[in-house]
């Protein structure tokens, strides 16, 4: 697996911007389109697990295909199957907020999630998130690889626990290790922090408004790029 973690580290070096030859399943292995254009198209009718069957659409990733931020989300939410992009609900509202209270811009981040298709189950009319399974996630690692490998980022972040085990690795431990920097084994940098839906998630006022605190502190990392 070419994205996980080769162990904690000071940030090392510029990644160098990478071209992947995975292509779709089933397709003949020349000529290789290994745009991000076409990749996103190959996405568009994946069916390596059974997730397709009942989402509306692939959520595939969004921003700038030279970003020098990479996220990496868990999976798409309610909001954005409907949509077709990511972090459009309420979770990506927070997310946006945190970035604007740093000064940073999401416009020049790629954006993105370890599943591409919502999970979930229905509770009369409301659709609720339910987790992806190992399985379903290691069906979508190959778009997550992809996105990595086409985009060439400087920095990767993952929000939440699905996204830094694809990413850091299955011994990673989110709230150990949270806003600490990583290496990738091709030198790219790399930290993990909560997602923003664990913040909405929180008991009370006080109890979300810490663990918001703590988020922004933990993307604060990006402003030393």
């Excluded at 009370?204 to 993307?219: N, Q, W």
Aim: aromatic residues 6%.
């Amino acid at each position: 697996m070419a994205i996980r973690k080769s162990g904690s580290a000071t940030p090392s070096r510029k990644r160098t911007r990478a071209s992947s030859r995975t292509g779709s399943p089933g397709s003949s292995p020349s000529p290789v389109d290994d745009s991000l254009d076409a990749l996103r198209e190959a996405a568009s009718g994946c069916k390596r697990c059974d997730l397709w069957k009942r989402a509306t659409q692939t959520v595939f990733g969004a921003g700038p295909d030279n970003a020098r931020i990479l996220i990496v989300g868990e999976q798409p939410g309610d909001a954005e199957d409907l949509e077709g992009l990511p972090f459009v609900g309420p979770a990506g509202k927070m997310f946006d907020r945190a970035l604007e209270e740093l000064g940073l811009d999401r416009r020049r981040m790629y954006v993105t999630n370890a599943v591409k298709h919502f999970k979930f189950e229905r509770r009369g009319k409301v659709r609720l998130h339910r987790g992806p399974n190992p399985g379903e996630q290691r069906a979508c690692r190959l778009w997550l690889e992809g996105e990595i490998a086409r985009i060439g980022p400087e920095v990767v972040v993952c929000l939440g626990a699905i996204a830094a085990r694809n990413v850091l690795g299955t011994k990673f431990g989110l709230m150990k290790q949270r806003g600490t920097w990583q290496v990738l084994p091709d030198g790219t940098r790399a930290f993990a922090t909560v997602h923003p839906s664990w913040i909405l998630r929180q008991r009370d006022s006080e109890s979300r408004d810490t663990a918001y605190r703590g988020f922004v502190a933990d993307l604060a990392l990006l402003l030393d790029i």
